[in-house]
């Protein structure tokens, strides 16, 4: 039966309706099932060893397009619901987001799960099924307020397994109940599948706000998927969270084990794990705990998980690295605890140094030294990031073992961030390469042979141009915002953390807006485009969002100042307005303070569909910029010797915000946030505290690189204007973003570590 006949049948069967007698939601609803039947359909990869992806966060975004498109049905959806006037587009508007990630972390999962499948891998995914994702973001007041993100829907992707897993509390057992959902292989006739496990008297929705009782663990423990921080009684449903997740996810392996004939001791030989940060670390002694319980030894059960867990590093802030009080783990797993005594005395056996302990004297888990200890495989996910783990971050670690480091530099799915939202950028790419790209990303370099090529310079400046009127239609759509497409967009989309210095390009709009009002404009007008979240309980990062706000506003204001400077942050950014702005960009904003983002993601994108990066020698902006040569990107800033280097004064700081504050160009900079204009429009105690913070402490050290970065910005934003060399740009960009596809990273995974 071809897709018309199957969606008519069933439209007929559930509305009574003719397909195109459906109004868009319906059209949805059929779309979604009918997808997910195929995909359920299809059978598992082969593979002897299988692969299962442990992450607290997977950051799916809307699937139904991706789906199609690896189902390979996409343009017959497409043609067909054009054949009645109708538009996919549309439709897939009806699909609510699943945000069940915070960013970069929770995506790389899902553009993992994706390559996992396009390369026909046995894998799945091991994860927890929250009924709200990362809040919903509304500015009130230029503040940032947060309203839950229900996405659940009776027609969803979740595919009710009838699994059950006991998960034994302590106090109290809890039922995991098991949800997939399928993964279908682009490019093959398998699927993966993504576990998702969740309570199963699940609490009602609340009432209002994100608030709730964070001690009802029986009915909340899947309610919320935590922002990166939190309070008390947050930390400890957080544990709570995690030991359900990988209890449950280890149960169905062993289970899954016994369903393929092996037994406990096959685990090794048949399972490879990989931990994405330490958000599933108890998932080795509880292996431990089920092995032992299987009959093995001990020592068999702890050789079997060290030879199947692998663990992957993504943050180098010390604040990040998850410690947990072992009494919060008296209390959510007590039988974890003499196994967690136990491989830390025999950690403590193989060396005596207290730095490499699990345990510390404040009777503190280190889940991350646990991980290294117990598994067969620690990566970081940039060379740089890898290199400082070694050297510097888990340097004691690294002399233990140094075989068991290794680099796998991120990567992102070109499917999702290239062909599905940029399909003039990829009808383009074909006429000039062909569709081989698809499969071998690297022949991407095959567009440079048209760097001279007028044509396909102009052609395009031209998708640019479209996608970026695109965009503006959907901006003032959603926020009634103008803009226009022909002023430079330079986009900075991310959380909103200090590191990443959002506040050092909201300076730079300080610097602008201060020049135009003294009369000189800029060569090019320019739109800054934010996307943030703050996670709701870090202040400063609300100040930051908060100043942003403020001088969207004042500029909004200024009839003199508009037509050369505007400044939007997207309200609620997420990956449906990823895949929107990314397309449209023309700066990515990579601004970290050195040694500080492990790697980013989002610089990969951008570079995808043609941005060109002004961004610090950071993650894996070094890598960027070792392809694309120093012509096609703008660097700036200390490198990461040099800020290690000021961290390091022995506990102190070397590095003083004030002798960079007191200086002609930046102090007036600085001092704008208590200027009368935008305290007139802000909350003064919000924009002092952040000043304050600013000139005095600084510790990511914005006032550091900021003169350099107006420097080299204001250089980008001139040579835009010679619109070839750009075009130029913008080809050796998209040319050398092959290297950055997640099959190429997952290709190394297997080789190097899972072997599947
Ligand atoms: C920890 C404890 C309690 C509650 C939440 C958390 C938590 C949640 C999320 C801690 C960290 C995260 C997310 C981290 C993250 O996204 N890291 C990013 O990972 C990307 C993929 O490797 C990198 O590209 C980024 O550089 C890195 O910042």
Redesign the pocket.
């Known amino acids: 039966m071809d897709i018309k006949e199957q969606l008519g049948q069933f439209t007929q069967e559930r509305f009574g309706l003719t397909p195109d007698q459906c109004n868009d939601r319906q059209l949805y609803e059929a779309l979604l099932a009918l997808t997910r039947r195929l995909s359920e359909a299809r059978p598992a990869p082969d593979g002897e060893r299988k692969l299962y992806y442990f992450s607290a966060?997977f950051l799916m975004g809307k699937l139904l397009d991706n789906n199609l498109l690896a189902l390979g049905i996409r343009d017959q959806a497409r043609e067909l619901l054009a054949s009645m006037g109708r538009d996919l587009n549309a439709v897939e508007e009806q699909e609510p987001e699943p945000s069940l990630g915070?960013?970069?972390?929770g995506r790389?999962a899902a553009c993992f799960l994706d390559s996992i499948a396009a390369l026909g891998m046995r894998g799945d995914g091991v994860g927890l099924n929250y009924h709200y994702g990362l809040f919903h973001q509304k500015f009130v007041n230029h503040k940032q307020m947060e309203t839950p993100d229900p996405w659940m829907q009776p027609d969803s992707w979740l595919i009710p397994t009838g699994k059950t897993f006991t998960v034994p509390f302590g106090g109290f057992d809890l039922t995991a109940k098991l949800w997939d959902v399928s993964i279908p292989g682009a490019y093959n006739d398998r699927a993966n599948r993504l576990h998702l496990f969740d309570v199963e008297e699940p609490a009602a929705p609340p009432e209002n706000g994100i608030d709730f009782d964070k001690t009802d663990i029986v009915h909340h423990l899947t309610s919320f998927l935590?922002p990166?921080d939190?309070d008390e009684a947050g930390r400890l449903l957080?544990v709570y969270q995690q030991y359900f997740m990988v209890s449950a996810g280890a149960q169905l392996i062993l289970q899954e084990l016994e369903e393929r004939g092996c037994g406990p001791r096959d685990l090794a030989a048949r399972t490879a794990i990989q931990i994405n940060?330490t958000?599933p670390s108890m998932v080795i002694p509880e292996l431990v705990r089920l092995l032992t319980a299987r009959g093995l030894s001990m020592d068999d059960a702890i050789d079997q998980v060290r030879r199947t867990c692998a663990y992957t590093n993504?943050?180098i802030l010390a604040e990040?690295l998850?410690k947990w009080p072992l009494h919060f783990i008296e209390r959510v797993a007590p039988q974890l605890v003499p196994i967690i005594r136990e491989l830390d005395r025999r950690a403590r056996e193989a060396c005596p140094d207290p730095a490499v302990a699990i345990l510390d004297n404040q009777n503190l888990v280190h889940m991350a030294h646990m991980d290294i200890h117990y598994g067969y495989s620690v990566n970081g996910?940039a060379a740089l990031h890898t290199e400082i783990l070694k050297k510097a971050e888990l340097n004691r670690f690294y002399d233990l073992y140094p075989a068991r480091f290794n680099n796998k530099t991120?990567g992102v799915t070109l499917r999702r961030w290239l062909e599905a939202c940029n399909p003039d950028l990829t009808a383009l790419i074909d006429r000039c390469i062909g569709p081989g790209w698809r499969k071998a990303p690297d022949q991407l370099v095959g567009l440079l042979d048209f760097i001279d090529n007028d044509q396909v310079l102009g052609r395009l400046l031209t998708v640019k141009y479209s996608a970026k009127e695109r965009f503006c239609r959907e901006l003032q759509e959603a926020q009634g915002i103008d803009v226009d497409p022909s002023s430079v967009f330079d986009v900075q989309i991310k959380r909103l953390h200090e590191y990443k210095r959002q506040q050092m390009n909201a300076l730079y709009v300080i610097h602008k807006y201060m020049e135009i009002k003294g009369g000189r404009k800029p060569e090019h007008p320019i739109t800054v485009l934010f996307g943030a979240k703050a996670a709701p309980a870090y202040v400063m990062a609300k100040h930051i969002i908060h100043l942003i706000l403020c001088l969207q506003q004042l500029i909004e204001n200024d009839p003199a100042v508009r037509p050369w400077l505007r400044v939007v942050m997207i309200e609620n950014y997420n990956v449906t307005w990823a895949e929107r702005l990314i397309p449209a960009a023309d700066i990515s904003e990579q601004i970290s303070l050195a040694s500080k983002?492990?790697?980013?993601?989002g610089n990969m994108k951008l570079m995808a569909n043609g941005a060109v990066t002004l961004g610090t020698m950071d993650?894996a902006n070094v890598e960027i910029a070792e392809l694309v040569g120093p012509d096609n990107i703008y660097t700036f800033g200390a490198d990461s010797d040099r800020v290690i280097h000021l961290y390091d004064d022995k506990g102190g700081q070397r590095y003083r915000a004030r002798d960079y504050y007191h200086t002609l160009r930046v102090e007036p900079l600085v001092d704008f946030l208590l200027s009368p204009e935008l305290l007139d429009i802000g909350d003064p105690k919000s924009l002092a505290a952040l000043w304050r913070d600013m000139k005095g402490k600084d510790w990511f050290m914005a006032l550091l690189d900021v003169e350099e970065y107006i420097s080299v910005k204001d250089l980008a934003i001139r040579q835009y204007g010679d619109r070839k060399s750009w075009a130029r740009k913008m080809l050796v960009n998209i040319a050398k973003s092959g290297y950055f596809s997640s099959d190429r990273t997952i290709r190394q995974y297997n080789e190097d570590i899972w072997h599947l």
């Open positions: 966060e915070n960013g970069g972390l790389l935590y990166d939190g957080r940060d958000h993504h943050t990040a998850e996910v991120n983002e492990a790697s980013g993601t993650g």
